[in-house]
């Protein structure tokens, strides 16, 4: 799994994460929408059924979501030129802005709650604890 992936899987599975992500979002997406854009992102071209299975979303409610994505020109919709029944998703210029802005507003969302963290567990630890949480917390970081 790549980083990208391990990321969507991370942001996805947190509903924290995705609140801070699309209450900091300028552009008024969903929630879904959010998270759609950063798949895309992450995989550059993905085929509708691979969005569908990803976020375990009927076909229907991920139509219905790409369209309006389309519509407000995140992404485009183009055929496969192999398989013309297989539509691939990818982003805009404007999405793609979006995205890596939406990833920006996460990044420092997490660098301020790893801070406030740090603050509050530090007092509670011994010194070898600090030492193995101040590694984490850095390594977190780097990630």
Known sequence: M????KYTNFVFNNKEVI?????????ALSKIEALFLLYIYNKGKVAMGEISSFFNLPQSTTLFTVNKLIDLAYVSRERNDEDRRIVNITLTDFGHNTAKNLINITTNQFSKILDLLEK????????????II????HRIREI
């Open 134 to 137: 101040n590694r984490l917390l």
């Open 120 to 131: 509050k567990i530090e007092p509670l630890l011994n010194d070898d604890e600090k030492e």
């Open 2 to 5: 790549s980083l990208g992936e």
């Open 19 to 27: 609140d801070l992500i699309t209450s900091s979002n300028t552009n």
